[in-house]
């Protein structure tokens, strides 16, 4: 079995790494959005997989197209991250928008303040930025909105969530759309709790039939 991973904002593939020691039977994919270097895109595979989001990463995943894709698990994910008068959990549209103004100006300084609003301690930043990558990173996330996809991933849809997530949208993972598993802990699970991740996860995949 593959699992395709996709990492959220403001980081990298490389944010996988202590989820994935914890699955060695699987076969990992990663993607990553070339924030800090090189965008990959890997081809989706073409055999039955499942897709593992993180954040914004699970926000895009919700539109992924795939007739293999078994199922997707949302870890501290969201359908929509911006505020409006249907969704009053979501951030205020106009924070991002200042980030990205302030990218231009002090891009580490931008990213380490994230980071730690997330829930690192002292951030360990990469060498390179790309700036025009993390611009449009945060502009994607401004405007998108995944809830009406939401209904086509009917019985397929799993969210791990935590109660103590700085990030309001993500509290609540995907809401009653999804089967939802709350595990306190914060915004960066597969960071900090990857074993209790890769258990869920396995019984995730251990206890959804095949279609």
């Known amino acids: 079995m593959t699992l395709h991973f996709l990492h959220g904002w403001g ?4 944010f996988w790494t202590p989820l994935r020691q914890h699955l060695p039977e699987f076969r990992h994919v990663c993607a990553d959005a070339g924030y800090f270097g090189a ?13 593992v989001g993180h954040s914004a990463g699970a926000c895009s995943l919700l539109a992924l197209e795939a007739p293999h894709c078994l199922g997707l698990i949302s870890i501290n994910g969201f359908a929509r991250f911006t505020r409006d008068e249907n969704f009053p959990d979501g951030v205020p549209e106009r924070i991002l928008h200042r980030m990205i103004r302030q990218l231009d100006r002090q891009p580490r300084d931008v990213l380490r303040q994230f980071r730690q609003m997330c ?13 025009e990558a993390l611009k449009t990173g945060l502009a994607a996330l401004a405007g998108m ?3 009406p996809l939401l209904p086509r991933w009917e019985g397929r849809l ?3 969530h935590s109660p103590d997530d700085p990030l309001s949208p993500a509290r609540n993972g995907l809401g009653p759309a999804a089967n ?5 802990g914060g915004h960066l699970l597969p960071l900090t709790h990857p074993q209790d991740c890769a258990i869920l996860l396995r019984r995730i995949i251990r206890d ?3 279609a």
Do not use: C, K, N, Q
Not at 122 to 131: A, E, G, R
């Open 208 to 210: 959804t039939p095949l």
């Open 39 to 51: 965008t990959t895109r890997p081809d989706l595979p073409e055999t039955p997989f499942w897709a």
């Open 119 to 131: 829930g690192e301690t002292d951030p360990v930043l990469p060498t390179t930025l790309d700036h």
């Open 145 to 147: 909105d995944h809830r």
């Open 158 to 160: 799993h969210s791990l």
């Open 180 to 184: 939802g598993i709350s595990l306190p």
């Open 11 to 14: 980081y990298d593939a490389s």
